[in-house]
């Protein structure tokens, strides 16, 4: 028997992003590089201590 199944596209079956849900995901990016550079600059700070 064969198959009767048609390769999909990969955008077809993909879920479409909203605008707001792009604003997120932008928002958490930036707060993920900005506390690691908060946390290099706290260790850092506790090297150059010693």
Known sequence: M???AQKKNGREN???VSAQQ???RRQQ???A???SVIILAMVLA???NY
Do not use: I
Request: hydrophobic share 55%.
């Open 14 to 16: 993909k879920p479409r």
């Open 2 to 4: 064969a198959k009767n």
């Open 33 to 35: 590089v900005v506390g």
């Open 29 to 31: 990016v930036f707060m």
């Open 46 to 48: 506790l090297v150059m």
């Open 22 to 24: 792009k604003k997120l």
